[in-house]
């Protein structure tokens, strides 16, 4: 008996005594529904991932932006890791997804480290920023910090110039260095 054959009817079906196997068809649908959903989230995971992009926001009447992570992605970023960590402990029905929900993971982990790291310096330099090259009274009485500062602050532009070229916010967030 085929079933994808077009004059496969009811008693076709009847014939081939489904009821006497009705746990493991019930377990059957029950693992591709719960395969179905990860599918899904998973998906979704990658389209809004792959579509987000990381705002900056300039740095007082200058050329100069810092990172300005949006609540929607912080937000977003958050949920996303809890939903991963779910599908984590769906022990059997996630397994074959397993590699697709640790690599991203792993890239959220990333993004959460980065951003919080990035955000923490962009504080740090718009403070230290404020000390040594605004105040002349302080750079003539910390002259070893402030050329220390400098060279920082070059840095520190350069890599903002660098990092506002690529919007997106995964791809900002990954590169090495």
Sequence with gaps: IDPSESKFTLQDMLRLNLDRHKDKIEEIVEAAMKELKIEKKLAE???FWTAMELTYSPHKNTEMHVPQPSEELLETMEAH?????????MGKFMEYFKNRVVEWQNVLRTVDDTLKMWTAVSRD?????????????????????????EGIDSEFK????????????????SVEG
């Design 158 to 173: 350069e890599l903002m110039k660098d990092a506002i070229s690529e919007v997106n916010c995964v791809n900002v967030c």
């Design 81 to 89: 890791q809890m939903e991963l960590q779910s599908i984590y402990g």
């Design 125 to 149: 330099w718009i403070s230290l920023e404020s000390i040594f090259l605004a105040s002349a009274d302080i750079r003539s009485q910390l002259p070893e910090d402030t050329k220390r500062f």
């Design 45 to 47: 995971i990658e389209t």
